[in-house]
């Protein structure tokens, strides 16, 4: 199945814009929502309210039973027992008050500048914020035990079975602070980060961009730059341009704002770089991001340099624009890829792989578990929500028919199934830590990508899936470097003090230059392009767990290629770890280790590869 360059053309220039919006709805086909009622029946729901109190009443008297105790119970006999006891509380606990935020959350998602879903979602997390405050004592407590004494009835039956967890926690202790002061943190948070992330999230999803006589959201108007013609393209950027720099005020306060919330946050917990959070959470040593880092900016010039210095020659020119950087191949056809065709792209990919892989990601389509409609105020981007392990995952995407969409979707139900098969640790151990959270996804992409080629003869489509495979392994890769670059920058600059706008359009470019190479001309117009990624203000510095992902997936695919016995069983080994076990651990099995700074080779080879694949097709 081929979705790449043939098939049904895009409507001619000629049409209205409106014309040629009706002519894709059409071509893509029915889209499907998600079915929410597996959570909850509705917002107004018995269901959900009585939830909701169970979780601050039960919170409450788990405080009541253990505040101040864990101590004293670490001395019995019986701690193992009774330490277990208060965790499986803690962990059905957790799952409550996930199933409770995931179902607010994914409401809200749906369309962020409805006032009743924000003030729905807003209300919510006051109650869970509550609820929660008056657990966070546990996991302090549990770091206050004395290690040794922690470690010995930790291997003891039935605490053992959250052995993972707690030694997982122990790694926190040093950043955590008095129990009221943590109080103070999670419920100012509210007020605070949270606030600030929900102002960022409207405003985004408020904004519109005039094109062509229609008033497009962001993530139609982003769409318009995969456009076969040039000149839809520079309009679309023209339009995101003088958008954006009417916004840049509101922007950069909340970008100054959140950055000084966190260099608070990291100087009272005493980390010492400002990204060291990020790596406790994620599990990974400060050098091995480092190596990462170090090896894809030492590779710009041999991946995206190169790249785009061919992609402007396909194109009869010395440099590209940057509108024109994810443009489609000239003399390409383009067409709109029907859902359903991209639904069963996907599923044969993943079937091929394996067929229990295939028929987790199934349940998502016949379940009801993807919202795929591009609607207005509808939050832009992708994304898999795991929920709590007893519901199941989410899938979220703005599916416009473009092949990119296709590899998104085969992303995110690299997530979907990835979150399913981890779900059975339980809430405490389910979650994976970001390194690690991309490898299935990315992986779920790279099935995809190749049964396709494989099954490619013609050389004009081969030219044009490897290209667009190139790109997405450069926007991964090489992009998420330079926008880790871009966060380190501007965090480190914030130390002293407030950045104008001005400033944060400066650091922006530098990075994208110093990334994108001679070959992309960053005109004027490209200096307010930073403000719309989510994962600035949401996640800070977590973009470059894509880059670890893709790298790591890249090796992961050379062992399958050459090794595909007994891979299927120890790659899903690694799935249904979830977070019970370090990377190193994980990946050991397949003879790769992370920390080996030879490691980033591998990966960024494989793209190289492909480049050099490219040239010798001219």
Known sequence: MNFAVTG????????????????????????PEWDLSHLYPAMDSPAFKADLERGLSESQRFAELYRGKLGPLSQREDAATVLAEAVAGYETLSDLLGRIGAYAGLVYSGDTTDPQRAKFYGDTQDRLNAAVTELLFFELELNRIDPALMARISAQAPLSHWKPWLD??????????EDRIEELFHEKSMTGQAAWNRLFDETIASLRFKLDGEELTLELTLNKLQDADGAVRKAAAEALSEVFRGQLRTFALITNTLAKDKEISDRWRKFEDVADSRHLANRVEREVVDALVSAVREAYPRLSHRYYKLKAKWFGREQLDFWDRNAPLPQVEQRTIPWTEARDTVLDAYHAFSPEMAGIARRFFDEH????????GKAPGAFAHPTVPSAHPYVLVNYQGKPRDVMTLAHELGHGVHQVLAGPNGALMAPTPLTL?????????????????????????????????????????????????????????????????????????????ESLGPAIRLSTGYEPFWCYIPHFIHSPFYVYAYAFGDCLVNSLYGVYQNAAEGFQERYFALLSAGGTKHHSELLAPFGLDARDPAFWQIGLKMIEGMIIELEGME
């Open 437 to 513: 959270a991309e490898t299935a996804s990315v992986f779920g992409e790279m099935l995809t990508f190749r049964r396709l080629l494989d099954g490619t003869r013609d050389a004009k489509q081969r030219k044009a899936m490897l290209a667009a495979k190139v790109e997405d392994m450069i926007n991964t890769v090489v992009r998420q470097i330079a926008f880790y670059s871009f966060e380190r920058k501007v965090h480190e600059a914030r130390k002293g003090g407030e950045l104008t706008a001005e400033t944060l359009c400066e650091l922006w470019m530098s990075v994208q230059a």
């Open 168 to 177: 997982d926690l122990a790694k926190d202790k040093p950043h955590q602070l």
């Open 369 to 376: 578990w993807i919202d795929a409609p591009a609607r207005p």
């Open 8 to 31: 049904m053309v895009e409507p001619a220039a000629f049409a209205t814009a409106a014309e040629r919006s009706a002519h894709s709805a059409k071509a893509l086909g029915p889209l």
